[in-house]
Each structure stands twice: as C-alpha cells, then as structure tokens.
C-alpha cells in the first residue's frame, strides 16, 4: 500500500496530522520554522513531532534563506529539505549542495506570466519548484498547459485538490502535490476528514 503520487504535507504542527500521514505513506513533511508563521513550530516541538516518523523526509518553511538562517535551520532542526520563497546573501551555486524546495507562489492573473517564462523564476539547483496557486479554482481546465510544465522541470503543485480529482492527478502524471495541515482543536484531537478523504482517494488498490 502506499500513494500513487508523491505528496508533500506542508504546514504540520501537530502530531495527529503527522502520524496520518506518515501512515498514509506521504512522502515529505513540512513545518514552518520563522517565528512570525502562522503555524510556527519551535525546535523542541519539532523534535518532539519528528522522533514519532519514520520513512518521511522533514522539511523547514521560510520566505527567505539567508546564510544565517540557514545555520540556525542547520543546528536546530537538521531538516532533510529546506523550502523557501527567496535567497538573499547566497548565490544559486550554492544551493547546489543544499537538498532544497524552491517555493513560487502566483497570484490570481499571473498565471499566464509567470507560466511562460517560468524559466526565470526557477533557480537550476533547486531539487523541486513547488508552485501554489491556491486561488487558481480553474485548474482542471489547464490539463495541457500543467502537464507541459511538469515535463519540463521537477514540479510540486499546490491546488485547491478534492478527493474527486484523483483520477484527474494521476492522468496527467503530476510529480508531486501540496497539500496543508491543519489545527488541533485541543491536544490529541482534530478534524482530519478532508485530509483523509484526499490521501485515500489517492492511494494505492
């Protein structure tokens, strides 16, 4: 059993979602790790997340990557993958020796843009470009232009995604999707259905 699909749960910050889908067979795991995040995960809880996985690869959020983030990132989460939005005071070279996720968010009416000279954007090194246009309800209706794109470079999607696209997913042979965890309610307990409903429409028969 497993997915069919490689799937990245970004935004984890509790264990219910974590050991989901870890079972599940995701295959990375995202927390964010910038003090001003949404949902912010401390070293310790980390940690304390982390030592119930095994067989995910661990990712740290930011926006920006700078030499000195990346030495705190390095000593106080040894992460797997570090995913960003931007370098500053680190060339593209040397994100060469960095297993790193380049993320590229498009707003709503950028996408032809962006989509055309994506080639700009993406730094060569990066080992995945995830790509979230989260706000881009369409999607289904770009199945030519979506799979141009994946042929084209080592893409991870973002996308409003329910459980009845999976067929969709699978046809155009995405590399890798995005998906978001969520809240607990209170320790130990949380809604988990959408999430469930996505993993197991996506998973192996």
Known sequence: MGLTIP?????????????YAAGMGVE??????????????SPDLYKAITAWLSGVQTVTELAVLTPAVLTTIQ???QPDFIQF???EGISQSDLADLPCIQKIIISTGQEAKIFNNLAQYIF???????????????????QQLITEINTAYPVIWSLP???EDAALIQEIELKGISLK???????????????????EALEEN
């Open 161 to 163: 995604i329910e459980k």
């Open 75 to 77: 000593e106080q989460y």
């Open 7 to 19: 799937v990245i749960l970004n935004s984890v910050n509790n264990l219910s979602d974590a050991r």
């Open 28 to 41: 990375f795991m995202g927390f964010e790790v910038e003090a001003s995040g949404e949902r912010y995960v």
């Open 181 to 199: 965890g969520g809240d607990e309610q209170r320790p130990g307990w949380k809604d988990l259905d959408q999430l469930i409903d996505i993993l």
């Open 85 to 87: 939005e931007s370098v």
């Open 124 to 142: 060569s090194e990066a080992n995945y470009v995830l790509l979230e246009l989260s706000d881009w309800t369409n999607w289904t209706e770009f």
